[in-house]
């Protein structure tokens, strides 16, 4: 009886794995024509210095929309973009779009915005890197020092590699954020060592920091260490008036979150009245 069971369990395993890849063949045909049907779009997220309670910077959060796989959230297609080497295209695409947005804020009215792109372990990695994002600025006509690259701790797994990654990206003049920071098993001595700006507080111990004493203990603890490296902290998903109480009870210097703002398209972006 239990081998039987057993035996079915297997079976319909096998069909759920089949309807999976089938899905993801499907996500990855649809994404290889994406960027010539214009299907990308770019919105942003208002970043908060919680000194000024001004909006200092935006991240570019890429949105997909397919007229056949309907939207598809970057945490499905991102990692299958990876995989099939489509991240390459893709990334230049937002960084390019990113910073022909700034230029133009940067022209009405929001001078000296700064504009946060995410980079991918394999664009992070891609030998080409470094004269992509030169360019990319030139043509934007965009100051190195406006732009924030956000990397993952997974991502410096190999320390010495990203080291030399890191100082070059320094070399250009941009700015490094460490992003997810906390979800990763990167040893912290590294942290000395790399030329990094801003720690990104992880979204999950900003959730219950307001409610449970060893998630504020761990926020307080990675503020003050950042801040004995001399770095900068943002704290993400910030939703409520409790967690950012907390977060400026102990000088965390920047936030982005629901409470501010959700991502919006670039139009809505300079609209956005930020609560106190
Ligand atoms: P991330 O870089 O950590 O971005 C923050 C994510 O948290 C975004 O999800 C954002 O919409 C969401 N978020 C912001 N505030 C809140 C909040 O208060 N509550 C909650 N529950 N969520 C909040 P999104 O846009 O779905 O992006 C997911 C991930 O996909 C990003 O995480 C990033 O790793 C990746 N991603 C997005 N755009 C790009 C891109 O252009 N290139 C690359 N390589 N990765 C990207
Ligand atoms: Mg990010
Ligand atoms: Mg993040
Ligand atoms: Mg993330």
Known sequence: QAKKQGRNNYQLYDVLL?????????????????????EFVLH?????????????????LIRWKNER?????????????????????????????????????HENGMEGLTMSVNLSIRQFYQPNL?????????LAGVEPRYLTIEITESMTMDVEKANVILHELKGIGVNISIDDFGTGYSSLSYLKRFPI??????????????DNKSDENIATTIIL????LGLSVIAEGVETVDQLGLLKQHHCNQAQGYHFSKPVPGEEFPRIKVPS
């Open 18 to 38: 089949d309807r999976k890849a089938f899905e993801k063949l499907q996500i990855e045909n649809a994404l290889r024509k994406a960027l010539e049907r214009n």
């Open 44 to 60: 942003y997220q208002p970043i908060i210095n919680l000194y000024t309670n001004k909006v200092t910077g935006a991240e570019a």
């Open 69 to 105: 796989v309907g939207f598809v959230s970057p945490d499905q297609f991102i990692p299958i973009a990876e995989e099939t080497g489509l991240i390459i295209p893709i990334g230049e695409w937002v960084l390019k779009t990113a910073m022909l947005q700034l230029k133009d804020w």
């Open 130 to 138: 470094i004269p992509m994002i030169k360019e990319t600025l030139e």
């Open 197 to 210: 700006d801003h720690l990104k507080i992880d979204r999950c111990f900003v959730k219950d920091i307001a």
């Open 225 to 228: 260490m950042a801040h004995n």
